[in-house]
């Protein structure tokens, strides 16, 4: 009799319970196709991350009222396919623990140029030429037409790889090992405004880095026009939407234009992820970081971004991003990590002038960030159009950001209507 009575009983819990469990498993999905919705350049596709490509494209809009594309079938131009794997770091030969690195002299762009593409130079301003004239046509038409594009840009160009050393260059500074698959692709996200002998320096010294790191690669300055104070989060939001309109990248690293690392060992993969690159440089700042420090060099794969909600919008000037994501992680119980050998960066920076004073509005929005996870990020970011660029060792994207599209979705979101001037082309080199 008690058997059959707890049998009826577990049989009410379990009815009474199947409403919840179906309202949690709707809203995790929701969650789930909600962060996979983001703002992006509205007439390039950007392929989905939570979805495999569908067999048919069409064209919606977001919540931001702007033209976005389902994923239709990408087809890759011809070129030859490589089933050797490329090999992990610790078998790459001809690295080294200490290199040298000098920050005392500047590096001009020819200097640059002519050390790693050497007497392929003109191929490769050929390349860039032709690169540019395509993508402009490309992204003309298909706001002519306000359509997006059916494919990721690189793979929509005819423009020729060219063929140096072990890499394949494409417009824009886009590496491919010539002779082994890579392990991983890797975007390389530089926040950027008015430093240009940082830039030459870091481009000297971290183009050859990462060629030795056998990686897919492509170097992303994201350049912040206008006169608006430095909005470092919101610039690697717009990098990391913008450049998965160029390929579909396994994970993005965060990286300051006036850090460098030592090691050849430092892995640029994306292995342990998330994870600060740094553990210990020659700045005076930050000799060894703090436990939950995220800044200068960090990296996530492209799900964690997602998972995260990106960097939140609201900091303009000096302070607060980098820990506001650190706490983002640690709401999504992501465990960063850091190593201890190999990881000495040497800083460019100490010549920079800039304004490091925290704002009162910056520290203000630091204590209400828990609050704001799921509402300030990739799924709330609105900017108009980058001017997008290929040159010799980066693509540029420059993008003129606005105070008042942040402080618009604090309150309440703008009307598709109140957006559509939004879709102009601003922003220049």
């Known amino acids: 009799m008690a058997i059959h009575s707890l049998k009826r009983y577990l049989w009410v819990v379990i009815l009474f319970s199947l409403p919840g469990w179906m309202f949690m498993f709707i809203s995790t999905y929701d969650h789930l196709e909600q962060m996979s919705t983001f703002r992006v350049n509205p007439f390039v596709q950007t392929i989905r991350q939570f979805d495999a490509p569908s067999s048919k494209g069409n064209t919606s809009t977001n919540r931001t009222g702007h033209l976005v594309s389902t994923p239709g079938p990408v087809t890759e131009t011809p070129r030859v396919i490589l089933t050797t794997v490329c090999p992990k770091l610790k078998d790459i030969k ?14 001009p762009q020819n200097e640059t140029d002519l050390l790693i593409f050497g007497d392929q130079l003109d191929k490769i301003r050929n390349t860039i030429t032709r690169g540019n004239n395509e993508m402009q046509k490309l992204i003309e038409t298909a706001r002519t037409e306000k359509s997006a594009l059916s494919r990721p840009i690189m793979e929509s160009l005819s423009a020729p ?8 260059y494409l417009p824009g500074g886009h590496w491919r090992p010539a002779t082994c698959k890579p392990i991983w692709k890797v975007a390389i996200l530089i926040p950027y405004r008015d430093r240009p002998v940082h830039l030459l320096q870091f481009l000297y010294y971290m183009v050859p880095f990462l060629m030795r790191q056998l990686h897919e690669f492509a170097i992303y300055i994201v350049n912040q026009a206008g006169v608006e104070p430095f909005n470092r989060g919101m610039l690697f939001n717009v990098g990391f939407l913008e450049s998965l309109n160029f390929t579909q990248w396994d994970c993005v690293v965060m990286h300051d234009v006036d850090h460098i690392p030592q090691s050849d060992f430092n892995p640029y993969g994306c292995v342990d992820m998330p994870r600060h690159f740094i553990g210990r440089s020659d700045s005076s700042v930050m000799k060894k970081p703090y436990l939950r420090s995220f800044g200068g060099v960090s990296g996530l794969t492209r799900l964690q971004f997602f998972k995260i909600n990106g960097f939140s919008n609201k900091y303009w000037g ?5 820990d506001d994501l650190s706490d983002r992680m640690q709401k999504n119980k992501l465990k960063l990590t850091r190593y201890g050998k190999d990881d000495f960066f040497r800083v460019t920076g100490s010549n920079h002038v800039g304004n490091r004073k925290r704002s009162k509005e910056n520290l203000k929005n630091f204590k209400t960030r828990a609050r704001r996870i799921k509402t300030d990020g990739l799924n709330s970011i609105v900017y108009d159009p980058p001017h997008l660029e290929f040159y010799s060792l980066y693509t540029n994207i420059s993008v003129n950001l606005d105070p008042l599209h942040v402080t618009s979705h604090s309150k309440k979101a703008p009307s598709r209507e109140s957006k559509s001037a ?3 082309v601003k922003g220049g080199r």
């Open 422 to 424: 939004l879709t102009g």
């Open 318 to 322: 000096w302070c607060c991003e980098d």
């Open 161 to 168: 790889e060219v063929r140096c050393g072990d890499y394949l």
């Open 94 to 107: 001809n690295l080294v623990h200490k290199r040298e690195i000098d920050l005392k002299s500047s590096k």
